[in-house]
């Protein structure tokens, strides 16, 4: 993998750990039901990722979800600790690019997502920021 920056994360025990190219091609936030569900949170923030820019090193299971759209979602965590940290669909493996779980990254500081999806199942207490971009679903 030849890239420019590379920036690491991994699960919260330290089993699994990767490298991503940086900056992303984009971060934004999801706030379907099954991303509030495996965040355990409001929503979801992602980075999406060229295939080629991540490397993983260790070991993530598996969970075969589906979108509403019925489409395979594939959820990515440690089998040690439950982090999530990737999200892949078959469609975005056909358009060369990965989601990661952007609060796996070491430094998060700088994240600023500027798309969001699924703004009709955000929580009604979520402020959006005024800019970016707000899709009611995907």
């Not at 992303?24 to 495996?38: G, H, I």
């Not at 299971?61 to 759209?69: G, I, Y």
């Not at 690019?97 to 609060?103: E, H, L, P, S, T």
């Amino acid at each position: 993998m030849d890239v420019g920056e590379m920036r690491e994360g991994g699960c919260l025990c330290g089993a699994m750990r990767y490298e991503a190219q940086w900056p992303p091609l984009m971060v934004a936030t999801c706030s379907c039901k099954n991303c509030q569900k495996q965040a355990g949170s409001a929503l979801s923030i992602i980075a999406v990722l060229p295939r080629d820019g991540l490397k993983v090193d260790g070991e993530l299971t598996t969970f075969s979800d589906h979108a509403e759209s019925g489409n395979a979602v594939y959820r990515k965590f440690c089998p040690r600790c439950g982090s999530p940290v990737i999200t892949d669909t078959p469609t975005a493996a056909e358009q060369g690019i990965i989601f990661i779980k952007a609060g796996t990254l070491d430094e998060t500081a700088d994240l600023a997502p500027t798309t969001h999806y699924w703004t009709c199942s955000a929580q009604e207490w979520v402020v959006f920021p005024e800019k970016g971009e707000m899709l009611e679903k995907q």
